[in-house]
């Protein structure tokens, strides 16, 4: 890597120049991380896909979560805990349903002298 203030040549690593001590700009590698989205899953869900998009976005166990919102739901009321998922169901989005990439289907080559191969 050069230097673009000096023009010298530094190690590619360098965050700043050992001539000139100018500051390196550096790109980072690979693509820029992920924000999380809270959304309603679209794969893992019983009745609207709420405690399932919970999980995906803490990172936990879509059974652990299920459990923890039927006892809030019991220990609450009824009505508080239903309005809760109800609110839960409106406001958050349904997420897209994931893209399964298949590889190119490639017809079986026929060996030249078989005949059963035609």
């Known amino acids: 890597m050069n230097c673009p203030n000096c023009r010298r040549d530094i190690a590619d690593y360098s965050n700043f120049c050992y001539y000139c001590g100018a500051r390196q700009v550096v790109t980072p590698a690979g693509p820029p991380p992920v924000q999380k989205r ?6 893992d869900c019983k009745i609207a896909g709420v405690c399932g998009g919970l999980a995906e976005y803490l990172g936990a166990d879509p ?3 299920r459990l923890i919102w039927v006892l809030i739901f019991f220990f609450t009321g009824i009505v508080p805990g239903a309005l809760a998922y109800l609110v839960a169901w409106i406001v958050m989005p349904q997420a897209p349903y994931p893209v399964v990439v298949a590889a190119p289907h490639q017809a079986p080559a026929a060996a030249p002298n078989n005949p059963q191969a035609v």
């Not at 809270?38 to 794969?43: G, N, P």
């Open 38 to 43: 809270l959304m309603r899953s679209s794969v």
């Open 63 to 65: 059974t652990a979560v």
